[in-house]
């Protein structure tokens, strides 16, 4: 499985469900046998993982959005999806 | 006192009616018929109950779930609720035609066990000749009607040694995720339990092959594995917890923190028919019994991994100390765990002997 680079457009594979989840308040992403609480940050860049965007496009977004350093961001999600990736929640 | 934190996930045991028979089946002993089963509306109630309580989850199990004909209609309804719905079946009764209305409902993943990759050795432990034919077939449809597959295979000492080809069969059938799950001994595992118990041997072979392919197939396929309670020196969590994460319904509307918990005598079960679902996660007698670390003995009180591994099983503690509310002899700091280790070994050193199938009595 490749890694994921600038220019990959993740995507939520088809047995990964991303949903509010009002009892606890905070975004989950659901899987089989697999329940991930994710922090607002985890939640906004998953909501953002469309399949069309690029990671690069996404990390330039959240960077404007919260005001943070652009390469630090890009780290960040990088680490992020990876992860996801390769507990299979991602297509990268 | 505060309220419990909510369940994630809902287990609806639609029936214990299934056409195979498995040796090592969960399901109780004492099974319910199809007469006292729970009619539609009921599940239909009990899944809005577990949606408000805070389950993100639910799983369609049994016995076989695909014989309850109202499937499509409760699936329809989980996804209604913005439930992960999740069918765990054997694969063997499901056509192209109910597939398609069972993704065209919502169901979001498909669980298929199977028993062996070798079909004459699959087909004695299931019971049913011509079944494993149906499951790959039937593991194929899955994939092609788009839906994600898991493989669960249930390993034990007839079948251990062929893990390497169950991992093969798994990336051969597209499956994203492989469960590769130790038979649990309690119910009709118990029954035959020297005729199932995996050598040290086998055991540190398939750990090792387990390791190798997680590392090899990263990203690809996802293998969820836990050594046997027998072999291991500490207890897994069991269900995540007594009352902390699972909350099961029975057939018969029964809710139980564990889909063993009935044969814990002295337990009182309340049913979905009498109470609010709530309510019952939250102050019924069964779910309070076992729940945290009140109810544990001066062993588990004391030790550091008491909110970890919640003193392992209480069922298997039951079936092992006698006594259900003892530390889980599972733990290598129990008094009955060098009993167990030898007992694991004194069995599976045993002849195989017959299997006692799961049938209605
Ligand atoms: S374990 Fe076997 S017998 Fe028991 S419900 Fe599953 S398929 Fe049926
Ligand atoms: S003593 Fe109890 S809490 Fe400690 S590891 Fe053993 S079972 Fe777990």
Redo the contacts with the bound molecule.
Sequence with gaps: MPALTADSRPALPRHAKLRFDTARDGWVLLGPERVLMLDEIAAAVLRRCDGQATLSAIAGALAEEYRADPAEVTADVTALLQDLADRGMLLP | MTAPAPPLALLAELTHR?P???P????PVEMVRAAGELPTDAWMRVMTEAAALGCLQVHFS???PTVRKDLEGLVAHAAALGLYSNLIT?GVLVDAGRLAALAAAGLDHVQV?IQDTETSSAEII?GLKGAQAKKLAFCRAVRAAGLPLTLNAVVHRRNLDRLGEMIALALDLDAARLEVAHVQYYGWALKNRAALMPTRGQLDTATRLVEAARAELKGRLVIDYVIPDYYASRPKPCMGGWGRRFITVNPAGKVLPCHAAESIPGLGFDRVTDRPLAEIWETGAAFERYRGTGWMPPLCQGCEHKQRDWGGCRCQALALAGDAGATDPACNRSPHHAALVALAGREAAADDAAFTY?RFS
Aim: hydrophobic letters at 15%.
């Design positions: 299934c195979l028979a498995c090592y089946c969960s399901n049994g016995g076989e054997s066990s299931g799961r």
